[in-house]
């Protein structure tokens, strides 16, 4: 067993974070309170090879890993959490449904113009009606001709009006099947961002589909599969967001550590109470322990080895962690902790949504308990 990064990770983890720190972490609390999309750092992300970093070499992607794609979001999410959330839907939901099920033509007409970050994708399964049980779905996906005609409304699209395309859970027949929907396709309307308690930088959108028509080819993947492809994109999509929750959490950590070094009460400084230094402590074991949990899901996905149980234990794990490690992060920081001139209340506000989006905490524990089973 080695517990080193391996060199070519361990590279990429060190490019990933000067620029993190030149261009993601600086521009984190603008983009957080004007609610901006973060495009400028996208398309510099884009540049790097980023948007397209576990994207197939011949796809116009970097060909690397699960572990590399870990890293990443980790760095970005350590600076930023809507960028990060942005990269994690549009690598996981988006790239990843294509790699897995994608035509030969599907991807080089889509996938190709994503990788290269010409073109952010989104994922859309949850509707009003349907969230964690997605067989609530009622959006229909219906044949007619020589196309399907899509009817319905789906919730919670993460990049979704700034993505060039959607692949939607639809209900075909009695089954559920992902259709490719270009977002300018006619009978598509997106409306306005969700006002959401963080991430504000990444925007999520309700859309309704009105007799919206897609060509046959349009179907990705198995007609009738939709609901195991969905659960087969979950389980990678999972280690994304835990990743991001780690990098959260760090973020949190070093503030609070910084803090607490040049704060002082009573005569010293306030890490050296022992109250705040456990506290700190606590942190740091807890970030630890979910950083192995997802670099193993990661590298057992990588190896090519089963990683449901794995991707949910840490999904679970570092997102009820950094929501932990942050909210301590504001105690150590006291008033100013609550205060906007300081970064831990944007990560706590961000962090909260890690034990929701991707498969809920709960739904994490009923994978693993049937797993376990
Ligand atoms: C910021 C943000 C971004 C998002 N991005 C996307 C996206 O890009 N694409 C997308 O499709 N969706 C997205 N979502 C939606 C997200 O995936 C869902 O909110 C999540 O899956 C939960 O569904 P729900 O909100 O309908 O909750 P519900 O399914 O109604 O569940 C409500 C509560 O009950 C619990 N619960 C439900 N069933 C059970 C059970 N059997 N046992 C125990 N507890 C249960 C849940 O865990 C939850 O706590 C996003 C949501 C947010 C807030």
Redesign the pocket.
């Known amino acids: 067993m080695n517990f080193d990064l391996p060199e070519e990770h361990r590279m990429l983890q060190e490019t990933v974070r000067e620029f993190a720190a030149k261009e993601v972490t600086p521009r984190a609390r603008h983009v957080d309170e004007m609610e901006e999309f973060p495009w400028e750092t996208l398309r510099a992300m884009g540049k790097l090879g980023l948007l397209g970093l576990n994207v197939p070499e011949r796809y116009g992607g970097m060909g690397a890993d699960a572990l590399a794609a870990a890293l990443m979001l980790e760095e970005i999410g350590k600076g930023c959490g809507s960028t990060g959330l942005i990269v994690a839907?549009h690598l996981g939901?988006a790239c990843g449904p294509l790699v897995f099920f994608g035509s030969e033509t599907q991807k080089q007409r889509w996938l190709k113009p994503m990788a290269t970050g010409k073109m952010l994708g989104?994922?859309?399964?949850?509707e009003p009606g349907?969230?964690?049980?997605l067989r609530g779905t009622r959006t229909t996906a219906v044949r007619e001709g020589d196309g399907w005609v899509i009817n319905g409304s789906?919730?919670?699209?993460?990049?979704g009006a700034e993505a060039g395309l959607a692949i939607l859970l639809c209900r075909t027949g009695d089954k559920f099947s992902h259709l490719l929907v270009p977002t300018d396709t006619p009978g598509v309307q997106f409306g306005p961002p969700e006002k959401?308690m963080g991430?504000h930088g990444?925007h999520?959108y309700a859309v309704s589909l009105e007799e919206v028509h897609v060509p046959a080819e349009n179907l990705l993947g198995t007609e009738g599969r939709g609901l195991a492809q969905t659960l087969q994109v979950l389980d990678g999509g999972r280690i994304g967001i835990a990743a991001l929750s780690l990098g959260l959490a760090e973020a949190a950590f070093d503030a609070a550590r910084a803090y607490a070094k040049t704060r002082h009460t009573f005569g010293q400084p306030l890490i050296e109470h022992q109250a705040i230094a456990f506290m700190l402590a606590d942190m740091t074991a807890e970030i630890e322990a979910a950083r192995w949990l997802v670099y193993r899901a990661a590298t057992l996905r990588d190896q090519g080895r089963p990683y449901t149980l794995e991707s949910s234990i840490a999904k679970l794990v570092a997102s009820e962690m950094a929501e932990r490690v942050a909210r301590d992060a504001i105690q150590v920081l006291g008033g100013y902790g609550y205060s906007a001139e300081y970064p831990v209340e944007r990560i706590y506000r961000d962090a909260r949504?890690m034990t929701?989006?991707?498969?809920?905490?709960?739904?994490q524990r009923?994978i693993i308990a049937r797993q376990m089973m």
Do not use: F, Q, R
């Not at 989104?122 to 949850?126: I, R």
């Not at 789906?154 to 990049?159: A, G, P, Q, V």
């Open positions: 839907a939901l989104c994922l859309g399964l949850t349907a969230g964690c049980d789906k919730m919670w699209l993460t990049n959401k991430l990444s999520t949504l929701i989006g991707e498969g809920t905490s709960e739904m009923m």
